[in-house]
């Protein structure tokens, strides 16, 4: 495989994921609308938010399954096309029961993109660039809202809410038809490996590749160390996911922004999510050469500097100071995205990837993205947006916590996987030629 098409793949694939995100949160930039249309609680616009990662959560590991047997290609384009008709749908909806029915195949659609798009991703690079592109990916869905809330909020402000939706519906048809005729099953294969090539283009046969997959599969959830990875990952997005969905309505009512400004303004902020996921990998992957497991000492720190920094944040009164520990609080509140992932891929076998990453989606939208909208949101009609604002960052005590165990059983987990002991990874980074 040429390095010009393993960046294709990439390309390609971290676009879907943008428009999996823009379609995801399109709905955040016009929540001041709905509420005023349909006169919606707080707690009726966070879940439908929260309606999409609780559908990613519930399907991705057996559509991921799905995806590992019956082909990866296909399985994306199917995802993609379903996420963008049912956005459209959003954009025809006549009340909220039919948003939310809307919202809801959003998730359906979405539910393996995230993990089968990053087994694709990271099944074309070399093992020593995991964490910068688990990283670098994850952080599309970040780009994905920027995009998403910045752009949603400027169609929706000059041409009304329903065409943000169908704006972000179209881009995503678009892009779906370009990914089914540039990446392919065949290009992809020489770089699998043979178990995984039979689960992954559908080659493998009945009675084997169910026995395979029966014996690989308890090894998902088989050593301390990988879900201690699902879990701290899982409760660190809690916090993202809440910023990024609130902060557009957060500067509509304590900044008076209007709809526009607002969504402008929280994209930055979702922008910034984003490169605090790219940077966690980066200094993942650098600081861990030497001893894989300083890839727990990142997550760690980005953990405690969210907790304080946000904390503090929201107790300081509007105003530039605010916004400014604002976004270093952001900056790093799932800088352990790349690290997570990292992990969870030295911790699980190659042949199931997919499905491994989709447990870590699983956890990361259980614990994090579903209910940190909705329970903001239950929070916010309680105490108001900035007194849940002012809970939400505790949440990274837990994050902390799994950390800590995961670094504490990690040499222990690799040498029972590998049966032997960790060592430094590779220094050469350098892409297939």
């Known amino acids: 495989m040429s390095r010009r098409y393993a960046w294709a793949v990439f390309a390609l694939s971290f676009g879907l994921l943008l428009s999996d995100y823009m379609s995801r949160q399109v709905l955040n930039a016009v929540f001041p609308m709905l509420k005023a249309d349909w006169l919606l609680s ?106 998403g ?37 065949k290009r992809l294969a020489p770089r699998q490996d043979p178990a995984e090539c ?74 910034v999510i984003g490169i605090g996921m790219i940077a966690g990998g980066i200094a993942s992957d650098r600081i861990s050469r030497r001893d894989p497991i300083r890839k727990w000492a990142v997550a760690i720190s980005c953990s405690v500097g969210s907790l304080v920094l946000l904390t503090t944040a929201f107790r300081l009164p509007a105003g530039p100071v605010q916004l400014v520990v604002l976004a270093l609080g952001a900056l790093l509140c799932a800088g352990t995205a790349g690290p997570g992932a990292a992990m969870v891929a030295n911790l699980t076998p190659a042949a199931i990837a997919a499905t491994a990453f989709a447990t870590l989606t699983l956890a990361q939208s259980l614990l994090g993205l579903a209910p940190g909208p909705a329970v903001t949101g239950m929070l916010a009609d309680r105490l108001g947006l900035l007194g849940a604002f002012r809970l939400v960052p505790l949440v990274a005590i837990g994050a902390t916590a799994a950390f800590l165990i995961g670094r504490h059983s990690y040499d222990r987990d690799v040498l029972r996987l590998t049966g032997v002991a960790p060592v430094a990874e590779r220094q050469n980074t350098e892409v297939p030629s």
């Open 198 to 271: 039979g689960a992954g283009t559908g080659t493998g046969t009945g009675t084997d590749e169910r026995d395979r997959l029966r014996v690989l599969l308890p090894r998902l959830f088989s050593s301390v160390s990988v879900v201690s990875a699902y879990i701290g990952s899982g409760l660190q997005l809690f916090i993202a996911g809440a910023l990024i969905a609130w902060l557009p309505s957060y500067f509509n009512r304590y900044y008076d922004m209007p709809t526009a400004k607002a969504g402008a303004t929280a994209g930055l902020f979702a922008l």
């Open 149 to 185: 809330i910045s752009i949603g909020g400027a169609v929706a402000q000059a041409f009304g809410w329903r065409w943000a939706f169908g704006v972000m519906g179209v881009f995503g048809l678009v892009l779906a038809g370009v990914y089914a005729l540039v990446v392919t099953e």
């Open 42 to 147: 707080d707690a009726q616009l966070g879940s439908l938010s929260g309606v999409v990662a609780l559908a990613v959560g519930l399907l991705t590991l057996p559509l991921s399954l799905l995806a590992d047997r019956w082909g990866r290609v296909r399985s994306l384009v199917i995802a993609a096309t379903m996420w963008s008709l049912a956005t459209l749908g959003c954009a025809v909806a006549a009340s909220y029961d039919q948003m939310l029915v809307g919202r809801l195949f959003v998730g359906i659609g979405e539910a393996a993109y995230g993990s089968v798009g990053i087994a694709v991703v990271l099944s074309v690079f070399p093992r020593a660039l995991r964490a910068t592109l688990s990283g670098a990916f994850i952080a599309g869905g970040a780009f994905g809202s920027v995009l």
